[in-house]
T-cell receptor, first 114, second 109 residues
Framework: NAGVTQTPKFQVLKTGQSMTLQCAQDMNHEYMSWYRQDPGMGLRLIHYSVGAGITDQGEVPNGYNVSRSTTEDFPLRLLSAAPSQTSVYFC?????????????FGPGTRLTVT | EDQVTQSPEALRLQEGESSSLNCSYTVSGLRGLFWYRQDPGKGPEFLFTLYSAGEEKEKERLKATLTKKESFLHITAPKPEDSATYLCAVQAKGQNFVFGPGTRLSVLP
C-alpha cells in the first residue's frame, strides 16, 4: 500500500493564479480531509468528505474548492491564489466505520504564493 | 467550541532526561484523543488513540495517559531520534479532528 500520496511536493504561484493539489489514497477509506499547517497555529481543517459525492466545509474553507468523484481521490483547488494561502497543505484519510479511527496523512505540499 | 492546547510550546532535554508533554482539551463529548509525531518536512505519523479517562497506551519510550480534561505524553529516557513535534488531536461529534498547536521536542546527545 502506498497510503496517502500528494502531488506536487512544492509549488510556487503568483497571486491570482489557480491550481489543483492532488491527493489519493489506496486504503479504501471513506473519510478524507484537507488541512493547512501554519507556524504556531496547528493543523486547520479546510474541507472534508465522508464519501464519494459528499463534501463539506471545515474551519477555513474560503478560497478553496473540493470534489470527490471517487473513493480514492480528493483534489483541492485554489481558485485565485493569494499570499495568505502560503502554507503547507496536508491530505489525510481514515476509516469511517462504527469506531473512532486515526487519520493517516500524506507527505504534504509546500505552497508559496508571491 | 472544541479547543485543544498543548504545553510547553518547545522543550529541550538531554538524552536520558525523562519528561512529559501536556495536551488540554475542551470538547463536548470526547470520542477519541490522538497523538501524532511530526518530523520536519513530513506529514504527521500516528502514535496513539485514547478513548476514556484512565486509559494508558505505551510504545517504546512513550506512554500516553488520559484524564477527563487532559492527556500526557510521557517520554522516558529519550534519545536524539525522539526529537520531533508532537501533536495532539481530539474527535468529538462527527468525524472531524481538532488539533493542538504541537510541542517541539529537542533531545540533545
Amino acid at each position: 500500500n502506498a497510503g496517502v500520496t500528494q502531488t506536487p511536493k512544492f509549488q510556487v504561484l503568483k497571486t491570482g493564479q489557480s491550481m489543483t493539489l492532488q491527493c489519493a489514497q489506496d486504503m479504501n477509506h471513506e473519510y478524507m480531509s484537507w488541512y493547512r499547517q501554519d507556524p504556531g497555529m496547528g493543523l486547520r481543517l479546510i474541507h472534508y468528505s465522508v464519501g464519494a459525492g459528499i463534501t463539506d466545509q471545515g474551519e477555513v474553507p474560503n478560497g478553496y474548492n473540493v470534489s470527490r468523484s471517487t473513493t480514492e481521490d480528493f483534489p483541492l483547488r485554489l481558485l485565485s491564489a493569494a499570499p495568505s494561502q502560503t502554507s503547507v497543505y496536508f491530505c489525510a484519510s481514515k476509516d469511517r466505520g462504527s469506531g473512532y479511527y486515526e487519520q493517516y496523512f500524506g507527505p504534504g505540499t509546500r505552497l508559496t504564493v508571491t | 467550541e472544541d479547543q485543544v492546547t498543548q504545553s510547553p510550546e518547545a522543550l529541550r532535554l538531554q538524552e536520558g532526561e525523562s519528561s512529559s508533554l501536556n495536551c488540554s482539551y475542551t470538547v463536548s463529548g470526547l470520542r477519541g484523543l490522538f497523538w501524532y509525531r511530526q518530523d520536519p518536512g513530513k506529514g504527521p505519523e500516528f502514535l496513539f488513540t485514547l478513548y476514556s479517562a484512565g486509559e494508558e497506551k505505551e510504545k517504546e519510550r512513550l506512554k500516553a495517559t488520559l484524564t477527563k480534561k487532559e492527556s500526557f505524553l510521557h517520554i522516558t529516557a529519550p534519545k536524539p531520534e525522539d526529537s520531533a513535534t508532537y501533536l495532539c488531536a481530539v474527535q468529538a461529534k462527527g468525524q472531524n479532528f481538532v488539533f493542538g498547536p504541537g510541542t517541539r521536542l529537542s533531545v540533545l546527545p
